[in-house]
C-alpha cells in the first residue's frame, strides 16, 4: 500500500514538473509574459517619456505590468542581448553595425557590437531624432563642406554617444575628421551633455558643436542657447546625404522655419530613426499584444510618448522593413505587419 501511494505522488510530481517546463518556452503558443524590463534613457528624454507611455498601456490592455529603466542605445542592446531585459531603445544607425559585428564604440577594453547579435529583433519603428551642426548666427560657415580646411573649434560628445557617431559619419562624408580639423590648426573637444555644448556656443568658446534634436518640437537647451546668441543650422551637400544613406538606415528630414526663432528657414538634415527592440525569443502572443495595445492607444503615446506618434499606423511601424542591413524583425512583428497590410 506504501508503494503505491509513493508511486503516486512520484507520477504527481513529475506531471508538475513537466507542465512547468512545458508552459515556459517561447514562441508561438506560449503564454503572454505579464511582466517586461523595459530599456529606454536618461529621465527627461522622448525616450523616457516613450517608455512611461506604453507602462501605462500594457497595464491597463494587457493586464502587463512593465517595468521602465534608464539607458543609452548602445548599453539597451546589450542588455537586451546578454537576456538582462525583456524591450529596449536604440537607433536605426546602429542597426547595420548589430547585423555584421561592426564596432561602434570602444570603451575601456570592450569593444561594442564586435559580434554580430543574435538574440535581439527588432519590434517596430519609432519617432525621428535629427542631427544637427550648430553654429552663431553671424558665423561665417554657411554648409558642412565650408569647415573643410578651417582652424574651427568643434564641439562632439564621447564614445558611444549616437551625437558622436552619427555626425562623425556625416563630417566624414562631407571629406571632414578630427586629424583634418586638428591639421588645420582647429581642435575637437568632449563635453559629457548637450547642454554644455549649447553653453560653449553660447558663450562665443567654439565655432560649431554636434547637435540631436526634434523636429516637431522645441528643445528646451536650444531655446535657452538662442536666449544668449541666436544659432544657425549648417546645409548639407546632396552628394555626401547619398553616401551617408548608402551606409546607414538613416532619413532625411526638414526642420521647419520657426521651430525656434533662430531658424530663420526649413533646412534638411539627416535623422535617425529609434527603434524598440525585444528579445529574440519573446512569445509571439505578447509581440502580437504589444504591436495590437501600441496601435489601439497612438493618441496616448502621442500625448504622453511624442506627439510625432500623432498618426501613426502600422505602416509607418513598419517603414525601415526590409531596407538595407538590420537585426530582423520578430517574426510574430513580421505576420502581424503582413496581416495589416503594411509589408509584402
Known amino acids: 500500500m506504501k508503494k503505491k501511494r509513493s508511486r503516486i505522488i512520484l507520477l504527481i510530481c513529475v506531471f508538475a514538473l513537466v507542465s512547468l517546463v512545458a508552459g515556459c518556452g517561447g514562441g508561438e503558443g506560449s503564454a503572454q509574459l505579464q511582466n517586461l524590463k ?3 534613457g536618461p529621465t527627461g528624454t522622448t525616450w523616457y517619456s516613450q517608455a512611461s507611455a506604453f507602462a501605462g498601456i ?52 570592450k569593444a561594442y557590437f564586435s559580434e554580430p547579435v ?3 529583433n527588432t519590434l517596430f519603428n519609432s519617432t525621428t531624432a535629427a542631427y544637427v551642426f550648430l553654429v552663431s548666427a553671424d558665423s561665417p560657415y554657411q554648409t558642412v563642406s565650408d569647415l573643410k580646411d578651417q582652424p574651427i573649434k568643434y564641439v562632439t560628445y564621447p564614445v558611444g554617444f549616437t551625437a558622436r557617431f552619427v555626425p562623425e559619419q556625416i563630417l566624414a562624408a562631407h571629406g571632414i575628421t578630427y586629424d583634418n580639423i586638428e591639421a588645420a590648426g582647429g581642435k575637437v573637444d568632449i563635453v559629457g551633455k548637450y547642454k554644455e555644448a549649447c553653453d560653449l556656443l553660447a558663450k562665443g568658446q567654439t565655432d560649431v558643436i554636434a547637435y540631436t534634436m ?11 542657447l538662442e536666449s544668449q546668441n541666436e544659432f544657425r543650422i549648417l546645409k548639407l551637400d546632396q552628394d555626401a546625404v547619398e553616401k551617408v544613406t548608402k551606409e546607414l538606415p538613416l532619413v532625411v528630414a526638414t526642420v521647419p522655419k520657426g521651430l525656434h526663432t533662430s531658424i530663420k528657414e526649413d533646412v534638411d538634415v539627416m535623422a535617425d530613426i529609434t527603434t524598440w527592440v525585444v528579445r529574440a525569443d519573446m512569445p509571439d502572443e505578447t509581440v502580437t499584444k504589444i504591436l495590437d495595445a501600441v496601435i489601439a492607444n497612438m493618441d496616448t503615446m502621442a500625448q504622453v510618448g511624442n506627439s510625432e506618434f500623432k498618426g501613426f499606423t502600422a505602416k509607418e511601424l513598419s517603414r525601415l522593413y526590409g531596407k538595407g542591413s538590420q537585426i530582423p524583425f520578430h517574426p510574430a512583428a513580421v505576420e502581424y505587419f503582413k496581416e495589416k497590410g503594411a509589408i509584402q
Open 38 to 40: 523595459f530599456l529606454s
Open 58 to 109: 500594457a497595464s491597463k490592455d494587457m493586464g502587463t505590468t512593465v517595468d521602465v529603466l534608464t539607458g543609452s542605445a548602445i548599453s539597451n542592446v546589450i542588455q537586451v542581448e546578454n537576456g538582462k531585459a525583456d524591450m529596449g531603445l536604440t537607433f536605426a544607425s546602429y542597426l547595420p553595425a548589430m547585423a555584421n559585428g561592426e564596432v561602434v564604440a570602444e570603451i575601456g577594453d
Open 118 to 120: 543574435k538574440n535581439v
Open 214 to 224: 526634434a523636429v516637431n518640437a522645441q528643445s528646451a537647451a536650444l531655446a535657452e
